[in-house]
């Protein structure tokens, strides 16, 4: 028996009690304090609720913002094992969350929050207010608009297990630990892609380098393909963008995602707008290339559900007289992608031109050697998509069974009336 089900059946053998969380501490709302009230140093230290769900997890115990100290008899505070609860916020997925404050200094608390104060584990109540449970309850006294909130008399209704102090010890340790295995295969995931991905990268540049295939001759870019971009006058204004279908898409920097073109949420211009400018007009196996702000992300168009043109900040390349993905590839490469940077400059914008663009020396091996780094390419960068696929579901999947094991050992028989 572990030692969790022994102190369930030495404490509590008829059930666990639930009640009102109103039954079981009291709430306190903080008080208002501004962005323009915040200082870099010397000030009070405080918690401001947007904070809550994006800085802290579930507990804390060093503050991030400070304000100002001439305000500080204004402020209400959270002390040592209270609990912030968020109380309003931009969406109602995060109201009612709460983190457990454990520094050993106070906290100011943004009127946004609520501060619970208790004589339970306070990282136990955290745990619980982050249950599905709970979460049902206060959903339907949610308030909802341009800023959603809940009262704290709503809160106080919610009715959750309490069970004596060294259980919800007992759990706190558990939960602790697996919160802790999850966070470390996280990482352990997002490190293994990072080196899969610079595995590849790695790969590629190698490849492209020409120094095991026998050489390669230099062209210009421009002498191997045409560089279109939209001119000045043909830019386009609020008024030539239409609904979704109702025209092309225009393609952005944003439609670029790893390597790969997306086009879920595209923008779309009119067709008259679209047919002004046939020279940019974008076929199957062009290449698209941001010359402008995220300068360098690059995509070949392999598939196009749609007709479709660029935007101010891309530029396309048409007319390619090598292997399409092969220049795909080497404008992707390490070493392009740094020559490019330095043309661009390091301003609030950085740009670079066509005519620079035209100009940069391309390593053209023969049509074989072409295709074949190609073929290689092609199923190393398969091999890295896929992986890059898998991680957020492996990681959705452990999140599911992290939830469902906190569900459960948060779940109690419950005590007769």
Known sequence: MSKLSKLIKELCPEGVEYRPLGEIGS??????????????????????YGELYTHYGLWANVHKSQIRSDIQTKLRYAEKNDVIIVGAGENNIDIGIAVAWLGDYKVAVHDACYIFKHQQDPKYISYLLRTNTYHQQIKKFVSEGKICSISAENLAKAVLPFPPVPIQQEIVRILDRYTELEEQLESELKAELEARKLQYENYRDQLLA????????????????????????????????????????????????????????????????????????????????????????????????EKAT????????????????????????????????????????????????????????????????????????????????????EISARRQQYEYYREKLLTFKRKAA
């Open 310 to 393: 660029i935007n101010p900040q891309l530029v396309l390349i048409k007319d390619i007289k090598c292997n399409n993905k092969f220049l795909s590839y080497v404008l992707k490469s390490s070493e392009f992608q740094t020559k490019v940077k330095q043309k661009a400059g390091t301003g609030s914008v950085p740009n670079i031109s066509q005519k620079t663009l035209s100009d940069f020396l391309i390593p053209i091996p023969s049509i074989e050697e072409q295709q074949n780094i190609v073929s290689i390419l092609d199923r190393l960068e398969r091999l890295s998509n896929e992986l890059q696929e898998k991680l957020p579901y």
């Open 210 to 305: 020409f120094k095991q295939v026998g050489g390669a001759t230099l062209m210009k870019l421009g002498d191997i393909c045409s560089i279109k971009g939209r001119i000045g006058f043909r830019g386009y204004t609020r008024k030539d963008i239409v609904p979704s279908g109702a025209g092309a898409i225009s393609l952005s920097p944003s439609n670029i995602v790893n390597g790969n073109m997306r086009y879920e949420g595209s923008t779309y211009i009119s067709w008259a707008k679209y047919e002004e400018s046939p020279e940019i007009m974008v076929n199957v196996g062009d290449i698209v290339f941001t010359k402008t702000a995220s300068v360098g992300k690059t995509a070949i168009i392999d598939l196009l559900p």
């Open 27 to 48: 709430f306190e709302r903080g008080r208002r304090f501004v962005k323009a009230d915040a200082v870099e140093s010397d000030g009070i230290p405080c918690v401001h």
